[in-house]
């Protein structure tokens, strides 16, 4: 599965379980590391979590699963690696803190609607 594709299974993930702000980052430009950051948070640890699962959930019925899972169990800040696309879910107040949107803003802010 391309990665675009996998960006847009994610994004609807994320959309399905209420996630807030969401942000696609192009990054295939100026990193190797992926083709896309996802940005999320949720409003509680629950909701983070909860967040993770659909995606991976979504993500895994389609054939591709995750590379590594960081941070899962405090639930302030949870890498999903898939590879091509990098999920991250925060806490509001770890989002703001670390603001990877600024730190990659060298990388293509992606429309949902141009996925």
């Given amino acids: 599965m391309e990665s675009r594709e996998m960006a847009k299974l994610a994004v609807a993930a994320l959309e399905d379980k209420k996630g807030e702000e969401i942000r696609i980052i192009d990054i295939s430009e100026v990193s190797v590391l992926a083709d896309y950051f996802i940005i999320a948070n949720g409003s509680n640890r629950s909701q983070v979590q909860a967040l993770c699962d659909n995606v991976s959930e979504m993500l895994g019925r389609?054939?591709?699963?995750?590379?590594?899972?960081?941070g899962y169990e405090n639930a302030n800040w949870i890498l999903l690696d898939f590879g091509d696309i990098i999920v991250?879910?925060?806490d509001k107040e770890n989002r703001l803190f670390y603001d990877l949107e600024r730190i990659w803003r060298d990388g293509k802010l992606v429309e949902r609607n141009s996925l």
């Fill in 88 to 90: 991250h879910v925060f």
């Fill in 62 to 70: 389609a054939g591709v699963h995750t590379k590594q899972v960081e």
